[in-house]
């Protein structure tokens, strides 16, 4: 059985506020394949993992959940501004001090007034940043259409990043768009890869970088383009 993103959390999520609007029920991006993280993470590389008796039971699995968006849209949606469209990138680092994201998102003059937000290391049930669903739960905080894009299936973690050892959960990471504006289509888009993450003595993980690709809904509409290098273009047929 699919088990979903907020299944077996151990942190309660941040106080959002009594009158933090609800997301309406996002599409499904749980999965079944927790049970097999020890046996990937024994397995030496790809070509490895290829052979092993696990890879056909796992295979179609993998390629739907590493080439998965999750989109969600807020009940009420706060509405934007007049003026241009304010857009702002963040490396949120996993979202381990989601609190303090959420209050700066929420309260900070100038970052509150952000109509997008393009946000790379974003984490979705990894026991690093408390197996939360860090995309959704900003995007609920703050009454904002979101969209996250799986770029890896991570098995192990970076040096200090769990330091009590905690089991994930979901397990992936990725990147995400928070709107103002409803997100109209949004595409996980695949990269050349430049590095096999599985082979990793550190962070090993399956998947590789990815690109969020995502139409917003404007007079003219505009096209985000947004990659876990933190590279950002939107391109409209007219100036922003």
Same mark, same amino acid.
């Given at each position: 059985?699919?088990?979903?993103?907020?299944? /077996?959390?151990?942190?309660?999520?941040?106080? #959002?506020?009594?009158?933090?609007?609800?997301?309406?029920?996002?599409?499904?991006?749980?999965?079944?394949? @927790?049970?097999?993280?020890?046996?990937?993470?024994?397995?030496?590389?790809? #070509?490895?993992?290829?052979?092993?008796?696990?890879?056909?039971?796992? #295979?179609?699995?993998?390629?739907r959940i590493l080439d998965?968006?999750?989109?969600?849209?807020?009940?009420?949606?706060?509405?934007?501004?007049?003026?241009? !469209?304010?857009?702002?990138?963040? /490396?949120?680092? #996993?979202?381990?001090?989601?609190? +303090?994201?959420?209050? $700066?998102?929420?309260?900070?003059? +100038?970052?509150?007034? $952000?109509?997008?937000?393009?946000?790379?290391?974003?984490d979705c049930g990894m026991?690093?940043?408390?197996?939360?669903?860090? $995309? *959704?739960?900003?995007? +609920?905080?703050?009454? @904002?259409?979101?969209?996250?894009? &799986?770029?890896?299936?991570?098995?192990?973690?970076?040096?200090?990043?769990?330091?009590?050892?905690?089991? /994930?959960?979901?397990?992936?990471?990725?990147?995400?768009?928070?709107?103002?504006?409803? !997100?109209?289509?949004?595409?996980? &888009?695949?990269?050349?890869?430049?590095?096999?993450?599985?082979?990793?003595?550190?962070?090993? *993980? !399956?998947?590789?970088?990815?690109?969020?690709? $995502?139409?917003?809904?404007? &007079?003219?509409?505009?096209?985000? &383009?947004?990659?876990?290098?933190?590279?950002?273009?939107? !391109?409209?047929?007219d100036p922003l």
């Amino acid at each position: 059985m699919s088990q979903s993103a907020h299944d /077996n959390k151990p942190a309660s999520p941040p106080d #959002r506020g009594a009158d933090a609007p609800q997301l309406t029920p996002p599409s499904d991006i749980g999965h079944g394949l @927790m049970p097999h993280y020890p046996v990937l993470r024994r397995i030496k590389d790809r #070509r490895a993992l290829a052979q092993s008796p696990l890879y056909p039971q796992i #295979r179609d699995e993998l390629a739907r959940i590493l080439d998965a968006v999750e989109l969600g849209a807020p009940a009420e949606p706060r509405p934007r501004a007049d003026g241009p !469209l304010r857009v702002l990138a963040w /490396n949120i680092q #996993r979202g381990a001090r989601l609190p +303090e994201l959420i209050a $700066a998102l929420r309260d900070e003059p +100038e970052l509150s007034r $952000a109509d997008m937000l393009l946000l790379s290391e974003v984490d979705c049930g990894m026991a690093r940043s408390g197996n939360r669903h860090v $995309a *959704r739960e900003l995007a +609920e905080a703050l009454g @904002m259409h979101y969209a996250f894009a &799986v770029s890896y299936l991570v098995l192990g973690d970076d040096l200090l990043e769990n330091p009590e050892g905690g089991e /994930n959960t979901q397990a992936l990471a990725g990147q995400a768009i928070l709107s103002r504006l409803p !997100l109209l289509r949004v595409e996980n &888009v695949d990269l050349p890869e430049l590095k096999d993450k599985f082979s990793s003595r550190s962070e090993k *993980r !399956l998947g590789k970088k990815r690109a969020i690709l $995502a139409e917003v809904e404007r &007079v003219n509409p505009a096209h985000v &383009v947004f990659d876990g290098l933190s590279e950002m273009r939107l !391109l409209t047929g007219d100036p922003l």
